[in-house]
């Protein structure tokens, strides 16, 4: 065989739909560090205060707040670093999530026989998604809130939708 007439087996398919992604954090680097230094500063003031009257244990249990605030904020950020991917091409849909330690999962779907089910509250909107393939059922977009579900859910069903109808070809 020469190189004119092998199978490319890997052909590049058309990218239907591809969406990266992550958990919503409303406060970045620096507004942290602002409201670490704000929080320490209020926390000394107040503990000096109470240093002064005699009650010296107080000082400490503001020391702990700070550094309670501090924790829970290192967590925050930590857990954003998680994404998950969503492609679909017209042969299949690959969903790949990596979690905020580095480990990666990944599934691939065949975008004829998925269904995009939804769980809706009355009230608050679309909670879950899923996608359903072969008796299997794989959330997704749990990052999202409920509109921005409903947009995601909108946008993946003309994609599957589009899937399913197959390549169009334009010979010109």
Do not use: C
Request: zero cysteines; aromatic letters at 12%.
């Amino acid at each position: 065989m020469t190189p004119g007439n092998d199978f490319d087996l890997e052909l590049e398919q058309p990218e239907l739909f591809s969406a990266l992604l992550t958990p919503h954090r409303s406060l970045d680097r620096t507004g942290f560090l602002v409201l670490m230094v704000f929080v320490s500063v209020l926390s000394f003031a107040a503990g000096i205060g109470f240093l002064l009257m005699g009650a010296w244990p107080v000082f400490g249990i503001f020391a702990l707040d700070v550094i309670a605030i501090y924790w829970a904020f290192r967590v925050n950020f930590r857990d954003a670093k998680a994404t998950e991917e969503i492609r679909v091409t017209p042969s299949e849909l690959r969903v790949r999530r990596v979690s905020h330690r580095g480990h990666v999962v990944e599934f691939v779907l065949n975008p004829l026989w998925v269904q995009l089910d939804q769980k809706t509250d009355a009230e608050f909107g679309i909670e879950k998604l899923y996608l359903l393939s072969k008796g299997r059922r794989l959330s997704i977009a749990s990052f999202l809130g409920p509109d921005e579900k409903a947009s995601f859910a909108k946008a993946l069903t003309a994609a599957l939708q589009a899937a399913r109808r197959g390549p169009t070809y334009n010979p010109l």
